[in-house]
């Protein structure tokens, strides 16, 4: 049973991508927030986030947004670096949440601060949900600005999801400086 009182919703955007940092966030927001739009990032459509970020920035008690590079993604593996991306944007709270609400099934915990993982948590908490939010817009803007240096990747449509495109992309150019190397870039290895 967790306390009353203040939660942050935890959630990340970028696990399965092949390339660019994992971004994770935590959002306090008030008891009484709502909005119609507010549900699991993956639901709406890029314009109804953005249209959502600017509203959970200005009305939430704290929020903080934290990114986990490539490098550090292959060193640790994606469950480590989105857990400690969580970490980080708690650590950027300005004010201390009783408990934390994580979406997913694993977590490390966080000081003394209890927390819950919730499986599609994103769908039935508010902060999850504002959290996966923030995570996946600020994650798609920094994905939009390293498409422009790498624009035959078609980061800019694909985020660097491991799309046909993007594959036959890195067969074809090899691969940058933000590809994960310890992540199957390949349908085929043996042609790396």
Not at 25 to 36: G, M, Q, R, T
Not at 41 to 68: H, M, N
Not at 165 to 189: C, F, V, W
């Amino acid at each position: 049973m967790l306390p009353d009182g203040l939660e942050a919703g935890c959630d990340e955007a970028g696990r399965g991508c092949l390339a660019g940092p994992v971004y994770a966030a935590a959002v306090i927001l008030p008891k009484d927030f709502h909005h119609p739009l507010l549900n699991d990032s993956k639901q709406l459509t890029a314009r109804q986030r953005e249209q959502l970020r600017p509203i959970i920035e200005q009305q939430a008690i704290a929020w903080g947004v934290y990114a986990v590079p490539p490098e550090e993604i292959d060193r640790i593996n994606i469950l480590k670096a989105s857990i400690k991306g969580m970490h980080g944007a708690l650590e950027m709270l300005k004010v201390r949440p009783d408990r934390i609400l994580v979406d997913g099934n694993r977590f490390y915990k966080y000081g003394e601060i209890p927390h819950i993982c919730v499986v599609k948590g994103d769908a039935t908490y508010a902060s999850i949900a504002a959290a996966s939010v923030l995570a996946k817009t600020y994650r798609d803007e920094y994905m939009l600005k390293i498409a422009a240096e790498y624009p035959q990747y078609g980061w800019d449509r694909n985020m660097a999801y491991p799309t046909k495109e993007h594959r036959a992309a890195i067969e074809k150019y090899g691969i940058t400086p933000h590809h994960r190397l310890s992540y199957r870039l390949l349908e085929d290895p043996t042609l790396f």
